[in-house]
């Protein structure tokens, strides 16, 4: 699969291979996330505010990411999108 070859690459520090993989994974996520915003927060918060934080803590702990199958990435990413979301609405 083309995520997992750009996972794999990203791991071991290929920086465009990481962005190719969140680029891939985005529309995954973002998903998630429309459904985890609740009405009363929809006009403060966009996902792609949620996103950009994401893929930002993704670039800097990558190389703690342990690849367990496909759909890893996503999965981890979705976990660190929803800390965040939980971050975001704490702080609104």
Partial sequence: ?????????????????????????APDVRASLMGKIGPHWRSMLEP????????????????????SGPGSFVAWLRRIAENNLRDAIRGL
């Fill in 1 to 25: 699969m083309v995520l997992d070859d750009k996972v794999e690459k990203a791991v071991a520090g290929d920086e465009e291979a990481l962005t190719d993989a969140l680029r891939l994974a």
């Fill in 48 to 67: 792609d505010d949620v996103l950009q934080v994401t893929f930002l803590e993704a670039f800097l702990r990558i190389r703690d990411f342990k690849p």
